[in-house]
C-alpha cells in the first residue's frame, strides 16, 4: 500500500528555516517524480517544486532561491528545505507522488499535509 | 508560467443535479489536464486525468472533456458525497504544473 507521511511543520518567525520531511512507503522515492503542494489557510493549491526521478528540480516563482527540494534514496525520503520564511508561506504543505500516465504528469498519492506557519 | 481559470468559483446544487465546471488555460496545453477534488481538511483526490481518463476506483458519474484551452469537468447526477472543491491543474508545462482556483460545490 502507497502511504506519504509529512513531518517538520510548525510556528516560526520571518526570516527563519525550516525543513519538512515526507516519509514514503509503497514505492521508491527515487524511482518516481515527488512533489510538494501547499495550501494557504482558506485558499486554493499552488504547486511549490517537484524533483524527477532523474534528479533535475524545478520550482514555483515564488519559491525560487529560497526552496530546495531533495530526497534520501537510503530513507526512501522527500524533503522540502525552506529558508528565507515569509508570512506568505503560512500554508499546509503536502506532498505528493507524480505518475505519468498517457505522458500526463498527475499526482496519484498525497500525505496528510503538515502545517507551517510563520508569524511574528 | 500557464494560468488555469476555472469557473464558476462557487456554485450551488442539490442531490441529483448535472454539475459543469470549466477550466481555461491561458495558452493551448492539448489534453494534459487533470480533476482534483478536495474535501474540507483532507488531501486532494485525483479524479481525471489526461482531460478525460477516469482515475481507477473514482465513480463514472465523474467525466472530463476539451481539450487546447478549454476543459470542462462534468458530474452527472449530484450525490451527497460530492459537495467539495473540485480544482484543475495542467501537466503541459512540467518545470511549472499550476492548479486552477477551485470551483466550491455546495449544497442548494
Known amino acids: 500500500e502507497v502511504q506519504l507521511v509529512e513531518s517538520g511543520g510548525g510556528l516560526l518567525q520571518p526570516g527563519g528555516s525550516l525543513r519538512l520531511s515526507c516519509a514514503a512507503s509503497?514505492?521508491?522515492?527515487?524511482?518516481?517524480?515527488m512533489s510538494w503542494v501547499r495550501q494557504a489557510p482558506g485558499k486554493g493549491l499552488e504547486w511549490v517544486s517537484i524533483?524527477?526521478?532523474?534528479?533535475?528540480?524545478y520550482y514555483a516563482d515564488s519559491v525560487k532561491g529560497r526552496f530546495t527540494i531533495s530526497r534520501d534514496n537510503s530513507k526512501n525520503t522527500l524533503y522540502l528545505q525552506m529558508n528565507s520564511l515569509r508570512a506568505e508561506d503560512t500554508a499546509v504543505y503536502y506532498c505528493?507522488?507524480?505518475?505519468?500516465?498517457?505522458?500526463?504528469?498527475?499526482?496519484?498519492?498525497w500525505g496528510q499535509g503538515t502545517v507551517v506557519t510563520v508569524s511574528s | 508560467d500557464i494560468q488555469m481559470t476555472q469557473s464558476p468559483s462557487s456554485l450551488s446544487a442539490s442531490v441529483g443535479d448535472r454539475v459543469t465546471i470549466t477550466c481555461r488555460a491561458s495558452?493551448?496545453?492539448?489534453?494534459?489536464l487533470n480533476w482534483f477534488q478536495q474535501k474540507p481538511g483532507k488531501a486532494p483526490k485525483l479524479l481525471i486525468y489526461?482531460?478525460?481518463t477516469l482515475q481507477s476506483g473514482v465513480p463514472s458519474r465523474f467525466s472530463g472533456s476539451g481539450s487546447g484551452t478549454d476543459f470542462t469537468l462534468t458530474i452527472s447526477s449530484l450525490q451527497p458525497e460530492d459537495f467539495a472543491t473540485y480544482y484543475c491543474?495542467?501537466?503541459?508545462?512540467?518545470?511549472?504544473?499550476?492548479f486552477g482556483g477551485g470551483t466550491k460545490v455546495e449544497i442548494k
Open positions: 505528493a507522488r507524480a505518475d505519468v500516465e498517457m505522458a500526463t504528469v498527475l499526482f496519484d498519492y
Open positions: 509503497g514505492f521508491t522515492v527515487s524511482s518516481n517524480y
Open positions: 524533483i524527477y526521478s532523474g534528479g533535475s528540480t
Open positions: 495558452q493551448s496545453i492539448s489534453s494534459y
Open positions: 489526461a482531460a478525460s
Open positions: 491543474q495542467q501537466s503541459h508545462s512540467t518545470l511549472a504544473l499550476t
